[in-house]
Nanobody, 121 residues
């Protein structure tokens, strides 16, 4: 059973920083794209940052220059360094990954449980 477990959310003042982590565990044959989405109350879930093959990145325009996505393939972990946080960054942040669990499977999309990020003004 594949699981994505996130950590690193919390409450921070505007201008502060947080680092989110997401680690994949379970039976995993291969991991493709990994990334971060967020969902604010009453809003649709939106892409924040993602790795796309072959290892290029894509960012939401409003976070460019402030957020950095990185990845440690050996640890099956993706990170999101968030600097210069703004109140409008407040949301639940979700990890997303495309994973092949075993030789009988193809790529499937998995989601983490979400971690709350709250930025106070």
């Amino acid at each position: 059973q594949v699981q994505l477990v996130e950590s690193g959310g919390g409450l921070v003042q505007a201008g502060g920083s947080l680092r989110l982590s997401c680690t994949a565990s379970g039976t995993i044959l291969a991991i493709g794209t990994m990334g971060w989405y967020r969902q604010a109350p009453g809003m649709q879930r939106e892409l924040v940052a993602t790795f796309t093959r072959p290892n290029s990145t894509n960012y939401l325009d409003s976070v460019k220059g402030r957020f950095t996505i990185s990845r440690d393939n050996a640890k099956k972990t993706v990170y999101l360094q968030m600097n210069s946080l703004k109140p409008e960054d407040t949301a639940v942040y979700y990890c997303n990954a495309r994973i092949i669990p075993d030789l009988r499977s193809t790529y499937s999309t998995y989601w983490g449980q979400g971690t709350q990020v709250t930025v106070s003004s």
